[in-house]
């Protein structure tokens, strides 16, 4: 109840917020719009009348209404779902929206002509563009080719492996959220046949290892599967998909600060882990291959750490390594 009657509140605020502008036009046609759809509208129909809503929830239902009565026609102009649209038709506003094959995909100006001149006409569909890759030169490719090789099933997890997934690779088979490589592939291991099970393995960054990766490892070794289970660290030493931020295995904080370092191997060896390997992929890649093979034929708890820093940001973590150093940073 006392939510209820703070959206009240709110909406009465947004009736006269400054949030909301209006902008008088020619009276033939009125726009409702929000965020960059009004620039879209702006630059199509610089002279019509322009309500542009800067909150949107609650609406400022009266002041729509008030707007709408001064145009002979009133068009909503918004990306994705008909959110402005279907709210203002519900409070009985006679506004007219987009046709839903406009539902997908970003506006344009070519977009926003197309709406207010009511032209459905199906639109070109433009050929796929190159699948994003791994990096030349990135340490979890070879990973990914012995994992193609050996035919397994490899649940994964969310960081650059995640490409993993697609071409030339395709080596990755299930991507839900962070934390589920190692969990899905608990799962899969519990429920296969054994010579299917003895097949999956679980691959996870290790910034993503930190975040929620040891939960499933604990649970690799509480509830352990019959045939035991696989887990390979891709270990590149950064937080290399959202701009190489620090983690609590990177041994620096957040400003690059020397702090305490969480290690992978000891954290497996703690909860239990049966089998710790750690394969310097700089100088032994060759070494992946076999400490895979060797783990797939026992039934045991597993984790491999395939290490080497991403190539990419190297330069960059040991340019901010000696910034702090020298007191720069
Ligand atoms: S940024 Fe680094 S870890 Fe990510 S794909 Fe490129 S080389 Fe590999």
């Given at each position: 109840?006392?939510?209820?009657?703070?959206?009240?509140?709110?909406?009465?605020?947004?009736?006269?917020?400054?949030?909301?502008?209006?902008?008088?036009?020619?009276?033939?046609?009125?726009?409702?719009?929000?965020?960059?759809?009004?620039?879209?509208?702006?630059?199509?129909?610089?002279?019509?009348?322009?309500?542009k809503l800067g909150m949107t929830y609650p609406l400022p239902l009266l002041k729509i209404k008030s707007f709408a009565g001064m145009y002979k026609r009133c068009i909503v102009i918004e990306e994705g779902d008909p959110y402005l649209y279907k709210?203002?038709?519900?409070?009985?506003?006679?506004?007219?929206?987009?046709?839903?094959?406009?539902?997908?995909?970003?506006?344009?100006?070519?977009?926003?002509?197309?709406?207010?001149?009511?032209?459905?006409?199906?639109?070109?569909?433009?050929?796929?563009?190159?699948?994003?890759?791994?990096?030349?030169?990135?340490?979890?490719?070879?990973?990914?080719?012995?994992?193609?090789?050996?035919d397994c099933t490899v649940p994964g997890d969310i960081g650059c492996y995640s490409l993993g997934t697609l071409p030339p690779y395709e080596a990755m088979d299930t991507l839900l959220c962070m934390g589920a490589g190692i969990s899905a592939g608990l799962g899969l291991r519990h429920i296969l046949p054994e010579e299917k099970a003895m097949k999956v393995v679980s691959v996870i960054g290790d910034s993503t290892f930190m975040h929620s990766g040891i939960t499933g490892l604990v649970d690799m070794v509480y509830n352990r599967p019959p045939t035991g289970h696989v887990v390979?660290?891709?270990?590149?030493?950064?937080?290399?998909?959202?701009?190489?931020?620090?983690?609590?295995?990177?041994g620096r904080d957040i400003r690059h600060n020397p702090a305490h370092k969480v290690i992978i191997e000891d954290v497996a060896r703690a909860v239990g882990v049966e089998n710790v390997d750690v394969i310097d992929m700089l100088k032994s890649p060759g070494d992946i291959e076999k400490a895979i093979v060797k783990r797939l034929s026992e039934k045991k708890t597993s984790v491999i750490i395939a290490r080497r820093p991403c190539i990419l940001a190297l330069k960059q973590m040991n340019?901010?390594?000696q910034e702090v150093q020298e007191g720069k940073s």
């Open positions: 109840m006392r939510l209820r009657e703070k959206i009240a509140k709110l909406a009465e605020f947004n009736e006269e917020s400054v949030f909301n502008r209006v902008e008088d036009g020619n009276k033939n046609l009125g726009i409702i719009c929000s965020g960059i759809s009004y620039q879209y509208a702006k630059e199509t129909k610089p002279d019509a009348g322009f309500l709210s203002i038709r519900a409070a009985g506003v006679n506004v007219e929206g987009k046709h839903d094959i406009f539902r997908l995909g970003e506006l344009n100006l070519k977009r926003v002509n197309k709406i207010l001149a009511g032209d459905n006409t199906p639109e070109k569909i433009l050929p796929a563009g190159k699948a994003p890759q791994l990096c030349p030169g990135c340490p979890h490719k070879s990973v990914y080719e012995v994992l193609k090789k050996l390979v660290v891709l270990d590149n030493s950064t937080t290399a998909m959202t701009g190489l931020q620090e983690h609590p295995g990177s340019k901010k390594a």
